[in-house]
């Protein structure tokens, strides 16, 4: 009996480690675009505030009125407070303006945010990127 239980665990454990790359973590270049930039203007719908990335989801509103849902990937929680990003700066109903790089995929309102501002003037870049804007070495 002793061996049974022994053995369980042994293969639950064995179970639980094959998930573990499943949560590891993928570069910039990996997902998105950098030859894909985007501006958007809109208002904060929703904020994900969690690791590994934060999410911001804004609606942007086109020349005829159209509403698009937009979700703006960004850098750990740890990362953006650093920079300068803080939940209350990224409430519900703020107005924003971002440039971002799209999904690789062709995923149409999915983007990787390069900088923000806000409507008091202030802005927050968060590229690391080398000098010819190149992701290549952010592991963010």
Sequence with gaps: MKYKIQGTLVAAIGL???????????????????NKPVHL?????????INPHVYIHI??????GKVTPWDIGSWGTGNCHRAGLTVERLAVGTP???????AKDGTKTLAYLRNIAFPDGSSVELWVGGANGNPADQNR
């Design 96 to 102: 924003v303006k971002m440039d971002a790089y799209r």
């Design 59 to 64: 609606d942007v509103k086109d020349a005829n």
């Design 41 to 49: 203007e809109g208002t904060i719908t929703k904020l994900d505030w």
């Design 16 to 34: 639980l480690m094959l998930a573990v790359p499943a949560l590891a973590h993928h570069a910039f270049t990996a997902e998105f675009d950098v």
